[in-house]
């Protein structure tokens, strides 16, 4: 069974940073594109983020272009969401998966909650 445990949330002013992270048990991690979603409140959840199983390349929404920056560390289990220049139009609850065309964990993890108002 896939766990997934996201961390590093918070309430930030605008123009602030976080660091997420994303643990990942009970899977071959290292064999999977990973992804950082978002979903804000009375939105579907959307795509932020993506890089592929060996961490050679990203790609990032639009909306976060220049601001975010994903990362992995196959050694720890764990991707990274390094956000910055945070506006309030960022404030969502954070979630990781696969993404890059690896098949999507059936299970989604609790998320971490980012709130940028000042």
């Known amino acids: 069974q896939v766990q997934l445990v996201e961390s590093g949330g918070g309430l930030v002013q605008p123009g602030g940073s976080l660091r997420l992270s994303c643990a990942v048990s009970?899977?071959?991690?290292?064999?999977?594109?990973m992804g950082w979603y978002r979903q804000a409140p009375g939105k579907q959840r959307e795509l932020v983020a993506g890089?592929?199983?060996?961490?050679?390349?990203?790609n990032y929404a639009d909306s976060v272009k220049g601001r975010f920056t994903i990362s992995r560390d196959n050694a720890k289990n764990t991707v990274y969401l390094q956000m910055n220049s945070l506006k309030p139009e960022d404030t969502a609850v954070y979630y990781c998966?696969?993404?890059?065309?690896?098949?999507?964990?059936?299970?989604w993890g609790q998320g971490t909650q980012v709130t940028v108002s000042s």
């Open positions: 998966n696969t993404a890059w065309g690896s098949p999507p964990f059936s299970s």
């Open positions: 009970g899977s071959i991690f290292s064999i999977y594109g």
């Open positions: 890089i592929t199983s060996g961490g050679g390349r990203t």
